[in-house]
């Protein structure tokens, strides 16, 4: 279950509205950094987490929380617009070259939401729930999850350097703070898995002898003249992380043969050369 007092999590004030910064801010709220896309993938990672049930727990409160900065973000955006009556807006709208006062304003926070939030991006494209990753490991998801906050924190980085409303700021400067527990809480839930040693290759539940050992550790380089030791790194020699391997770099050499298909089907809309 799901409860709401109608009260936002964190204060979200502005100073004075900003339409262009509404528009920025939309990606934070339908982008594929931003939180409409945190929220339903830690939902659905806890709606399929098998295991002990802390992790299912922690997952769900975390996507309730972020149905919460859905919210503040959403605020933020309509105080933003809130610069002139809708009727004004909507007339200014209809040339245009006056439209440009409008600062960049999507359309769409006019035209179809009322000068509200939408669950859209800063061009306003819907949020498709494309980049939603749930795959019922545990530790694949942990690692999605790092990867998610720490795009989610570089956007709010952005945004708070694209503007000097210090009620914006102090609103962005919260949200970055929790980006920064998300990625630590995440981590900490990987090194409780086993960390990079234990949960690493994932799924760790697969015998590693099933492998193809011969490639599991090896660094391969594609380029024609040979010149892989120019890349050379912490990748490419020593131990490797999950300690299960050495690291070691070759160039690719073709292993297969070009691949031959048979003819073409009749009635398969193919030319007569290929049948």
Not at 42 to 68: I, V
Not at 93 to 122: C, E, F, Q
Request: proline share 5%; charged share 20%.
């Amino acid at each position: 279950m799901f409860y709401t007092d109608g009260k936002l999590q964190y204060p979200v004030r502005v100073e004075k509205a900003d339409p262009l910064f509404a528009r920025a801010l939309q990606q934070a709220i339908g982008g594929i950094e931003g939180e409409i896309r945190v929220a339903m993938q830690y939902f659905f990672q806890a709606c399929g987490a098998r295991g002990n049930n802390k992790f299912r727990d922690m997952l769900m409160n975390t996507a309730t929380e972020e149905l919460g900065h859905i919210e503040m973000l959403a605020t933020a955006v309509a105080l933003n617009l809130e610069g002139a009556p809708l009727s004004e807006k909507e007339e200014v709208a209809k040339d245009p070259v006056s439209s440009m006062v409008l600062g960049g304003l999507n359309m769409k926070n006019i035209l179809s939401s009322g000068l509200s939030a939408m669950p859209v991006d800063s061009d306003g494209v819907p949020f498709d729930m494309s980049h939603i990753y749930a795959s019922g490991n545990i530790a694949a998801d942990m690692t999605a999850n790092i990867a998610a906050e720490s795009t989610g924190r570089t956007l709010a980085v952005r945004l708070y350097n694209m503007t000097n409303d210090p009620g914006m700021k102090d609103m962005l400067s919260f949200l970055i703070a929790r980006d920064t527990m998300h990625q630590n809480q995440w981590m900490a839930a990987l090194e409780e898995l086993g960390g990079h040693k234990g949960a690493f290759p994932i799924p760790n539940s697969f015998p590693q002898e099933k492998e193809n050992s011969d490639f599991s550790y090896a660094f391969l380089g594609f380029q024609t003249d040979d010149s892989v030791d120019k890349i050379a790194g912490r990748w490419s020699e020593g131990p490797s992380m999950d300690g299960k391997g050495t690291f070691t770099s070759a160039p690719m050499q073709p292993l297969g043969e070009k691949p031959s298909l048979g003819q073409a089907k009749p009635n398969s809309g193919a030319q007569t050369e290929q049948m």
